[in-house]
């Protein structure tokens, strides 16, 4: 039987609004973001206690790649209780010097540690703002030597 005109025009607009609502969907779509990255450095090549960049800066709801970058001759924590209680993490993966992904781990991340020469990526999305002021190393040392940052979610 021979679609009617009343039916056609149905059959479209059904098509429209389930096009526009896929649309809609995909922009709140967290697991659809490019995430944005930043990199931080953990410690500097000639054994300085720094991170690199000291100071971060997140807005919520957007995906970032937080890249943990330790070229230092010495092993590195990233932990921040302020920054783990105000974000949904995706997952954090490991990667070795010869850029093979060693690990991925899903799950509440309070505290990353990074051994020289290695690299982890934090894939969260901030949730809750806030500022801290409580981003160390808690490597024994490191903290007192100069390891400290702050954190602001807005």
């Known amino acids: 039987m021979p679609e009617t005109k009343p039916m056609k025009n149905l059959t479209y607009l059904l098509t429209l609004g389930l096009a526009l609502s896929l649309h809609a969907n995909a922009e709140g779509d967290l697991t659809r973001q490019t995430p944005n990255t930043l990199a931080v450095n953990l410690g500097s090549e000639d054994g300085r206690m720094v991170f690199e ?4 800066e997140f807005e919520t709801g957007k995906l970032y790649k937080l890249v943990l970058v330790n070229d230092s001759p010495h092993p590195h924590y990233f932990s ?4 783990a209680r105000s974000v949904f993490t995706r997952k954090v993966q490991t990667y070795a010097p010869n850029g093979d992904r060693t690990a991925e781990i899903k799950g509440r991340i309070q505290e990353i540690e990074v051994f020289p020469g290695h690299k982890a990526e934090w894939w969260f999305v901030p949730v809750q703002t806030g500022e801290f002021n409580d981003l160390v190393c808690s490597v024994n040392g490191h903290e007192e030597a100069g390891m400290t940052g702050s954190i602001k979610i807005y």
Not at 53 to 56: A, E, N, R, V, Y
Not at 80 to 83: I, K, P
């Open 53 to 56: 960049p000291s100071h971060l």
């Open 80 to 83: 921040s209780v302020g920054l």
